[in-house]
């Protein structure tokens, strides 16, 4: 989720976002209790796609989210240590970047 004070506040649902870092952190947080539902870790990837696909701000949404595989040093740092600390199938906690807060369900 982006938020005003975002590297650049505007996404292809919003062409100026105006959520606070502590909302688009509340709006994630909700979304991460939807995750938390799931069973299986099936049904944890397409909860997430599916959430992905309707409620991120990223261009990736249109991929469920995913944003290929990538190697150390292609993403923001704090981005990339949460990515590469997470095992196969694993959900992120809230990670904050310049870019926004996001949630990172690592699967490859």
């Known amino acids: 989720k982006k938020h005003k004070d975002s590297r650049r506040p ?3 649902r919003l062409p100026k976002i105006t959520a606070t870092k502590e909302e688009s952190t509340e709006e994630l947080r ?4 939807i995750l938390s539902e799931s069973n299986s870790p099936e049904e944890l990837r397409a909860t997430f796609e599916e959430l ?4 991120s701000d990223c261009s990736s949404a249109k991929r ?3 944003l290929g595989f ?3 040093k292609k993403m923001q740092p704090p981005f990339e ?8 199938g694993e959900l992120s ?4 970047t310049s ?4 949630v990172i369900l690592r699967v490859g």
């Open 99 to 102: 870019s926004g807060v996001h």
């Open 10 to 12: 505007s996404s292809w």
């Open 93 to 96: 906690d809230i990670v904050e």
């Open 52 to 55: 992905a696909r309707t409620e």
């Open 64 to 66: 469920g989210g995913d």
């Open 70 to 72: 990538f190697g150390r």
């Open 30 to 33: 909700q979304l991460m209790e």
């Open 81 to 88: 240590h949460a990515s590469f600390g997470l095992k196969i």
